[in-house]
């Protein structure tokens, strides 16, 4: 991977933002990955400039996860942050941005149908990723096969502590999510990996320099031919 080191959170939005831009330019109906929790904000707050006067009306876009069994007009299912975050202010057409549908009802067959909705957009030229501090991308926890499909697996207990500060109680964050798979993610045509402060040194150095493992899921991206990991000094303090 390209290992670019940032100033800071908003250094690497504007790059990740410049980068998004010019794929929008070159093709106005690209296909985005998009990813919630705190790591992307300072991309999409980037990019809210820079799509002023950019006709963004067929752009597409594909989230990496969802929370299984939370109801999608919760603020914090990843439907409304991909609506309150990206969908909204960047003006897209909310039709083409679509989520992994996390309800009960058809959850058996919502991972198929999101792969093939993948595969029928062509495919994803750029997807923006975080990573856990214990090493997943998207929700592939320690453990997940490199050739994962979008599928529903169970959080570690470590993610829901990570996530209970969008919640009230920790024990209201879900227990299981439907998340693309590593497999999924690994066909996407550029990788952009971002990680900031020093809770992420450990899974950033893991996943750019230990050994390609289930275990640390993040490590897969050595294995993509386009992958830039954008890191500011504190998630960069364990590299080499
Ligand atoms: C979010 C996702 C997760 C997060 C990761 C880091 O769609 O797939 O892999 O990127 O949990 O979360 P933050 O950015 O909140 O530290």
Known sequence: AEIIIVRDPDEAGAIAADEIVRLIRANPRAVLGLATGSTPLPV???????????????????????????????????????????????????????????????????????????????????????????????????????????????LTEQTREDNARFFDRVDDVPRHCITQGLGTIMRARHLVLLAFGEGKAEAVAGAVEGAVTASLPGSAIQLHPHATVLVDEAAASRLA
Not at 48 to 69: Q, T
Not at 75 to 97: F, H, K, M, Q, T
Request: proline residues 6%.
């Open 44 to 154: 999409y707050e980037a990019l809210r400039p820079r799509v002023a006067g950019l006709d963004v009306s067929r752009v597409r876009g594909f989230a990496l996860d969802e929370y299984v069994g939370l109801d999608p007009a919760h603020p914090e299912s990843y439907r409304s942050v991909i609506s309150r975050e990206v969908v909204e202010p960047l003006g897209l057409d909310p039709a083409l941005v679509r989520v992994p549908d996390g309800s009960l009802d058809g959850i058996e067959h919502a991972g198929d149908d999101y792969e093939r909705a993948i595969t029928e957009a062509g495919g994803v030229d750029l997807q923006l990723l975080g990573i856990g501090t214990d090493g997943h991308i998207g929700f592939n926890e320690p453990g997940s096969s490199f050739a994962s499909l979008t599928r529903v697996k169970t």
